[in-house]
T-cell receptor, first 113, second 114 residues
Framework: ETGVTQSPTHLIKTRGQQVTLRCSSQ?????VSWYQQALGQGPQFIFQ???????GRGNFPPRFSGLQFPNYSSELNVNALELDDSALYLC????????????FGQGTRLTVV | AQSVTQLGSHVSVSEGALVLLRCNYS??????LFWYVQYPNQGLQLLLK??????LVKGINGFEAEFKKSETSFHLTKPSAHMSDAAEYFC????????????FGGGTRLMVKP
């Protein structure tokens, strides 16, 4: 059984660019949640996907968007990058949107310059 | 709306001493409460969780936490700190209808002195 994997581990982008982050959920897990963790802060919920549909969203602007694929892997897309988007982006997968433990990946460190 | 406050962004203890990390929550509905640990350059690992039932919850690595509704608290304790416990600890809250959409506190960095 493989865990949650995220790619890439690090990347640097320029302000105004677009970025796509990827997450492979743990085997059998149909729910993926994305979090943004700014330096020195706790993670903040961005959105959750359950069976390829957005199932909930935090207080993030529309330039943060996502997808979930039939194999339950997921992408986080951020358009028009801003300096404040620099953070660790964490993906968590679970067996269902509630009632089961969420397993976190190691994250993608995004730096916007 | 729900929120989590972790008192003390940094806590330092000596090896073998009691670990106490504080967490207070705000929730308009019965909360589900979690403690996660994060080691450098890694994701989050679940230490323990409270949903319903027994208010004293035991987790991995000798940690435990007690849900106190009257105090809206869920403090994390460990009787004897080990050097390997040095890490960042996060308290989080959700509720039945929010499932795995967690609201996290700001975190507490635990330092263990030899």
């Amino acid at each position: 059984e493989t865990g949650v994997t995220q790619s890439p581990t690090h990347l640097i982008k320029t302000r105004g660019q677009q970025v796509t982050l990827r997450c492979s959920s743990q085997s059998g897990h149909n729910t993926v949640s994305w979090y943004q963790q700014a330096l020195g802060q706790g993670p903040q919920f961005i959105f959750q996907y359950y069976r390829e549909e957005e199932n909930g969203r935090g207080n993030f602007p529309p330039r943060f968007s996502g997808l979930q694929f039939p194999n339950y892997s997921s992408e986080l897309n951020v358009n028009a990058l801003e300096l404040d988007d620099s953070a660790l982006y964490l993906c968590a997968s679970s067996l269902g949107p509630s009632g089961s433990e969420a397993f976190f990946g190691q994250g993608t460190r995004l730096t916007v310059v | 709306a729900q929120s989590v406050t972790q008192l003390g962004s940094h806590v330092s203890v000596s090896e073998g001493a009691l670990v106490l990390l504080r967490c207070n929550y705000s929730s308009s509905v019965p909360p589900y409460l979690f403690w996660y640990v994060q080691y450098p350059n890694q994701g989050l690992q679940l230490l323990l969780k409270y949903t319903t039932g027994a208010t004293l919850v035991k987790g991995i690595n000798g940690f435990e936490a007690e849900f106190k509704k009257s105090e809206t608290s869920f403090h994390l304790t460990k009787p004897s700190a080990h050097m390997s416990d040095a890490a960042e600890y996060f308290c989080a809250v959700t509720h039945n209808n929010a499932g795995n959409m967690l609201t996290f506190g700001g975190g507490t960095r635990l330092m263990v002195k030899p």
